[in-house]
């Protein structure tokens, strides 16, 4: 019995946390103590009627006016893995909507006479508030539709990644949920940006009869409404294999924050036999995906040295397992992170990595600091070289300037070898560290000598005659390589790919980018002051430029190739998905040196789709199907071109 106050007590707490978008432990760890509790209950056969289990934790933000809803707002119950979901599957075996889960929250809304009225928070399921005013800020919902009777519809408001990156400059915000649930209740509607809606369910419909949740969403759909993407399948097999491939492919491809998938009975008659336990309909079940936000303790903070000498904080935690990999390091990104966010050792921290994008830390669950904890010390002098760092006031990074430093120059080898780079086939990290400790390569054109030393590098173990063939016919192949790419690949500070595929518009040639004024540079497209100062000072060096006159010895490659830009693509906008032939950033080049644009989603602004073949499950494919924009194979782009 102790035991059951004690978990409904922590369990309230955690509610209330998550609820105000600061959560105290993980989904998983949550959901771990809510089946412990719910066990815990059913064993007594005590079911308290304010036990967490029972109810939804809502917190009232002072001034919104409570609404009480004309049909109590349910939770669905969770599945954590098909097994569970088979078995709430297996109850009926009919048809089933598939649709993803979007992580923001519940608003019901109410029209009338073809005119938004009303949009109310879930609330605690039976009462809400009303946010009407922040609700008519949502930029994708029309606040009137054609249908004149009433219309009740439920639909989720979340806040797109791209305008959370651009709102939350100042880390205000942990994740777009939380930002969605903090703007959705603001009092001033004029703060609020950045909100859409999807919508997924509809509650009533003035003298209007339906079959099937099929035949309603498509009502809303006709009245212009934002209805959720559905599929829909009646074999579980299907289910599965959809559900997987949102969780490994689509949930990343999508612009907007999905953490699973939404599974209902379709034929309402079933729904209706089905019913409702306490807190949720037995027709309906979210299968969540696992968590891609862990918490863990912070250990020891290192620094670590870039390619351009940027100094980046790493965390070194208590292993911790996100998404089936187990991690115990992740970005602090800059030294101005850990000072914002107050991270210091021995804090209890969020960590979060999404599939193939580097772990990084969120945040310190500063609340749960027992005792007083210092801050990681961060460094005067550099890591790896030891001279002094160079710290300037807006720059939240600190810097190392020394272009011997050893940390730096491998670093550069590294990125000059890689793929978007140079490209160099058995020249990664583990192999150009080690020919660098052996004095084999000391810098980028040390690889053009590699064939003079061939004997000694297949005596190397793990090398053999054949490797070593391979890695210096792939350094030969550089040598044709465009000069965007080798410019890219020379590590200047601030400049990425697309900066030097603008610099070579201007600058077709090693020779006429050396001797380009600041001036002159800082008018290139994309190149500030700032990264116009940092190329010109690059060209000064006198290590840089014989290291220069040693690539273009060796037979490099330094101009831009395809000087004729041509215009059979002005105007026209693509958007890629799937693997191609090509790589995807040669494909993007291509298509803008012929004037085009590439875009990473599809709207309506999209000319062209440019699929892969078996590409057509995607979003993007069916968000094309439903807009209408005309698909094309990589073929038909290249024959555009010509
Ligand atoms: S249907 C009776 N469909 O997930 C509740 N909910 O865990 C029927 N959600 O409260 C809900 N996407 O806030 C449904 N496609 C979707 C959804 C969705 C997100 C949210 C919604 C709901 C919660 C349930």
Request: one cysteine or more; a negative charge.
């Amino acid at each position: 019995m102790e035991n059951i106050k004690e978990l409904q007590k922590q369990l309230t707490l955690f509610d209330e946390a998550y609820e105000k978008g600061n959560p105290l432990i993980s989904d998983t760890e949550y959901e771990k103590r809510y089946s412990e509790l719910q066990e815990l209950e059913q064993k007594t056969g005590t079911v308290d009627p304010n036990s967490p289990t029972q109810t939804i934790a809502y917190t009232k933000v002072d001034g919104l006016e409570t609404v009480k809803h004309t049909i109590p707002m349910l939770s669905l119950d969770k599945a954590n893995d098909y097994h569970n979901l088979k078995k709430w599957f297996s109850q009926v075996r009919d048809n089933v909507l598939v649709q993803p889960k979007l992580d923001g929250l519940t608003i019901v809304l109410h029209y009338q006479d073809g005119k938004l009225v009303d949009a109310v928070t879930r609330g605690n399921g039976i009462e809400g508030e009303r946010v009407l005013h922040t609700v008519n800020t949502v930029v994708n919902l029309p606040k009137e539709v054609l249908f004149a009777g009433n219309l009740e519809i439920r639909g989720e408001v979340y806040i797109p990644f791209d305008e959370f990156n651009k709102i939350n400059t100042n880390g205000e915000y942990t994740n777009p949920r939380a930002m969605a649930a903090g703007m959705i209740r603001r009092h001033d509607a004029s703060s609020a940006k950045g909100l859409r809606i999807q919508i997924f369910d509809l509650v009533n419909a003035e003298d209007q009869v339906f079959v099937t949740d099929r035949e309603q969403l498509e009502f809303l759909a006709n009245q212009g409404l934002p209805v959720v993407q559905t599929t829909m399948f009646a074999d579980f097999d299907k289910i599965t294999t959809y559900c997987t491939q949102w969780q490994e492919k689509l949930r990343q491809e999508v612009p907007y924050p999905i953490d699973g998938m939404v599974l209902k009975f379709d034929r309402l008659e079933i729904r209706e036999r089905l019913g409702f336990t306490a807190k949720f309909p037995r027709w309906g079940m979210a299968f969540k995906f696992p968590s891609q936000e862990e918490f863990t303790y912070l250990r020891e903070v290192t620094w670590q040295v870039g390619k351009s000498g940027q100094i980046t904080p790493v965390a070194v935690f208590d292993p911790i397992e996100i998404d089936g990999v187990t991690i115990n390091r992740a970005t602090l990104h800059n030294k101005q992170f850990i000072l914002d966010q107050d991270i210091r050792i021995g804090d209890r921290i969020v960590v979060a990595r999404a599939n193939d994008v580097i772990p990084k830390v969120i945040r310190a669950v500063v609340e749960a600091r027992a005792e007083e904890l210092t801050l990681p010390e961060i460094p005067t002098q550099c890591p790896s070289c030891g001279q002094d760092v160079w710290v300037e006031g807006s720059n939240p990074h600190i810097q190392c300037l020394n272009p011997f430093c050893k940390a730096q120059i491998i670093e550069k080898i590294i990125h000059y070898c890689s793929r978007d780079a140079m490209d160099i086939e058995g020249m990664g990290e583990v192999n150009v560290r080690l020919l660098f400790e052996l004095g084999f390569i000391r810098d980028p054109a040390d690889l053009y000598e590699l064939h003079t030393k061939a004997e000694a590098l297949q005596d190397l173990e793990g090398f053999g005659k054949t490797k070593v063939k391979k890695i210096i016919e792939g350094i030969e192949k550089t040598k044709d390589i465009p000069f965007s790419r080798l410019l890219f690949a020379l590590a200047i500070p601030g400049v990425g790919r697309t900066t030097a595929q603008a610099i070579v518009k201007k600058f077709p040639t090693l020779e006429s980018l050396k001797n380009a004024s600041k001036e002159e540079l800082a008018i290139v497209d994309g190149v500030g002051s700032v990264t116009a100062q940092s190329i010109w000072f690059y060209f000064q060096g006198p290590q840089t430029k014989t290291m220069l006159n040693r690539l273009v010895n060796a037979g490099i490659n330094t101009e831009e190739l395809v000087a004729e830009t041509k215009d059979t693509l002005t105007g026209k906008t693509f958007v890629l998905t799937g693997t191609m032939s090509l790589p995807r950033a040669e494909i993007e080049a291509i298509i803008k040196q012929s004037g085009g644009k590439v875009s990473g989603s599809v709207s309506s602004k999209t000319s062209f789709l440019v699929a892969a073949p078996g590409e057509t499950g995607t979003t993007k494919y069916q968000k094309a199907v439903d807009l209408g924009v005309s698909i094309i194979s990589e073929s038909q782009l290249m024959e555009m071109l010509l």
